[in-house]
């Protein structure tokens, strides 16, 4: 149970219990890692959660704000919004490092640096070296632009010969 002097919680307490909210296409995942909570603000005891969809049909946004209802409510907080923010538009630059590595260690390669820019010309560069997440070897052939989910693609190492998903940039 969340509670202070004045009843109502504070603002790093929400921050605090919305990392124990996962994503549900990658569990290993905090809602944080992924860099989608936007901002909490807390007025009196009113909480207001922003979050921002990794795309806009994202299936997994419906049950992400059922699970951040469900934490808090767990601790007593009643009073509870959650708004979804479209603009700006998510991009993987918002993930942490914290993030990223977990992604690798569960066998997903992250989104390289540097490439979600959304420039244009992006698009007709020299293809994303991506490194193996099992054997960190950079041989690597894209196999598929869809992997287990839309925002995944499907690729090989040519090293370890492993199969393995790419958490897109964007």
């Known amino acids: 149970m969340v509670a202070t002097a004045t009843g109502a919680p504070t603002e790093a307490q929400i921050w605090r219990l919305l990392e124990e909210v996962t994503d549900p296409e990658v569990p290993v ?6 860099g989608i909570v936007r901002a909490v603000q807390v007025v009196g005891e009113q909480v207001t959660v922003t979050i921002t969809p990794t795309y806009s049909g994202c299936p997994a946004m419906n049950t992400i704000a059922t699970d951040i209802r469900l934490r808090l409510l767990a601790e007593g907080i009643t009073q509870l919004t959650v708004h979804n923010q479209l603009s700006p538009a998510w991009t993987t630059d918002w993930m942490s490092a914290a993030g990223r590595a977990k992604l690798t260690a569960y066998g997903i390669a992250p989104p390289v640096d540097g490439t979600a820019t959304g420039h244009v010309l992006n698009l007709f560069g020299k293809a994303t070296a991506v490194a ?7 041989h690597t052939q894209l196999v598929n632009q869809f992997g287990s989910t839309a925002c995944k693609a499907l690729y090989q190492c040519q090293d370890c010969r492993e199969p393995f998903d790419y958490f897109k940039c964007h």
């Open 29 to 34: 995942l905090s809602i944080l890692d992924l």
């Open 132 to 138: 193996c997440p099992l054997c960190g070897s950079a």
